[in-house]
């Protein structure tokens, strides 16, 4: 048991390490974290990693979809809300019928359902994975609220499908009627239940005395709770954290302190960052795994499987995002549209980022092994195969090559937004103006009075009418300043005189200041 533990933590320093890589080299990290699981299998004396395929769901799904709803922009959603569904219900059902139809036509002994269900599996793409490569590259915004809208809706229905040809293959019936139904009923219900659940976090954060450490704590176990209870009910888990999330997300200024929401960022940065670590990592220290289990499928001819796939995804992404282009033309005659001429950079962008990722692998690895009559689950470990193989293929191959791509393409932002600095100073500049209003209007006398108050006028002032040279200036005189205030808390820290819980507090203050400073020099 210590030992297993032991290679856990070994495992970690591992990801943490070929994260640094990654960031050395400017490069994706998911990419470099599939690789280097690959390149660890292969060691001798490595031990197999295998997960419940029942829990691999319950790990890491609800958390990674709930940190992916919170930070999702709603105003962005809203606005490309038609592009978004098109890609998270349409185009899914679309890849996950050709799947589906290719699998017949193309590999002996897969049926229908099993087609779906490689199709439900392969379907959806995965937004960390393009999240991180574009955070290196100038890219228009639209781009990035697409993809990222796109993954949390597509994660769901493909995860339908999924289980609908799950039954298929286990009872050997299928009615797309009864299916149909069943889709809008699982769909509706499971975002009912996830704003159920939201409602009664909302009510506690809001009306019962809590603290950081408690919000904290309840927001780890709010996803848990909507994917647990929406997925009893055999409702969509994955909607009922997406809606849940993005509905507690909307109103944390008013559910949780200033203290709390500092506190819990860092939490759930580093939760998100483990956990996409080590699905990651798992990918490429299952392959070997996956490919001593192929049985009667020789590897030369599993491997033809999975680049065809891959290849066939591609080439059905394209389509389907220069098909949006074509409807969006068509329909922008009849209502009004956020672009009714996208062109043609967009969607070559849109369609290359299709790479596949954590929402697949937990499909895969959850397909069950043995079939409700005991019999061992039909190309079990051919669809797992092919399914890391397109995981593999797709990070590697376009992620590596989809800066390549933008850079060619050279596209413009439509949306001429300002660079985020540039933004920056803008609301800083509009803040300050109004607060100099408050001032001057309801405080005028107390500020005359008080040279605190009188400092933090002239602060406000310079935030208004100061120039950037100066705020640089200004900030590294106060960073300066922070430093030795550091040292000299250690040295009263030697003494008597203060207790050093009061010490950390204040270093936490100057914590604070210096984040506020850096962020505003940062370009």
Request: charged residues 15%; aromatic residues 10%.
């Amino acid at each position: 048991m210590s030992e297993t533990f032991l290679f856990y933590i070994l495992l970690v320093l591992i990801i943490l390490g070929l994260v640094m890589l990654a960031q050395k080299f400017r490069t994706a990290y998911p990419i470099v974290l599939v690789l280097g699981g690959l390149v660890l299998s292969l060691i001798p004396g490595i031990p197999d990693i295998s997960v419940e395929p029942e829990w691999i769901f319950v790990i890491f799904l609800p958390p990674l979809l709930y940190e992916a709803a919170w930070y999702t922009s709603w105003k962005e959603f809203w606005r490309w809300r038609r592009l978004i569904s098109s890609f998270a219900f349409p185009v899914v059902v679309i890849t996950a019928f050709g799947v589906a139809a290719f699998s017949v036509a193309c590999i002996p002994g897969f049926t229908w359902a099993l087609g779906f269900l490689l199709g439900g599996i392969v379907s959806p793409p995965d937004a960390v994975s393009a999240s991180a490569i574009l955070k290196h590259i100038k890219v228009p915004r639209r781009i990035v609220s697409v993809l990222e809208g796109e993954s949390l809706l597509n994660d769901a229905s493909s995860l339908i499908i999924f289980r609908f040809a799950l039954i298929a293959v286990g009872t050997g019936h299928f009615a797309i009627e009864e299916a149909i139904g069943s889709f809008f009923l699982v769909v509706g219900m499971g975002i009912l239940i996830g704003l159920g659940v939201a409602l009664v976090y909302y009510a506690i954060h809001r009306w019962l005395p809590t603290d950081p450490n408690i919000d904290i704590v309840l927001t780890l176990t709010a996803p848990y709770a909507m994917y647990l209870l929406a997925e009893m009910f055999h409702f969509s888990g994955v909607l009922a954290v997406v809606s849940g999330g993005l509905f507690l997300s909307s109103r944390s200024h008013v559910i949780l302190s200033h203290s709390s929401r500092l506190r819990g960022t860092n939490v759930w940065s580093a939760l998100g960052f483990v956990l996409n670590g080590l699905v990651f990592m798992l990918i490429g220290l299952e392959l070997p795994v996956i490919v001593d289990q192929l049985g009667d499928v020789g590897l030369g001819e599993a491997i033809v499987y999975g680049i065809a796939m891959t290849v066939f995804l591609i080439a059905i992404r394209m389509c389907c995002t220069f098909g949006a282009v074509v409807f969006t033309k068509f329909i922008s005659r009849y209502i009004t549209t956020a672009d009714p001429s996208p062109g043609v950079k967009a969607p070559v962008i849109i369609g290359w980022a299709g790479m596949r990722g954590v929402v697949s692998l937990a499909a895969a690895l959850s397909v069950p092994l043995v079939l409700a009559n005991g019999q061992p689950f039909p190309q079990r470990n051919l669809i797992l195969f092919i399914t890391f193989s397109v995981i593999l293929l797709s990070l590697v191959v376009q992620g590596l090559t989809l800066p390549v791509v933008i850079g060619w393409l050279n596209m413009e932002d439509p949306d001429k937004a300002l660079p985020e600095e540039e933004q920056i100073e803008a609301i800083r500049r509009k803040l300050a103006a109004r607060s100099l209003a408050i001032l001057d209007e309801n405080h005028q006398q107390t500020v005359e009075a008080n040279r605190m108050l009188t400092q933090l006028r002239a602060r406000y002032e310079h935030d208004q009418f100061g120039t950037a040279e100066e705020s640089a200036a200004y900030a590294t005189v106060v960073l300066d300043l922070l430093d030795r205030q550091r040292s000299w808390l250690r040295e009263i820290n030697r003494k008597n005189e203060v207790s050093e819980e009061v010490i950390r507090r204040y270093q936490t203050l100057l914590d604070l200041e210096q984040e506020k400073l850096q962020r505003w020099r940062e370009k």
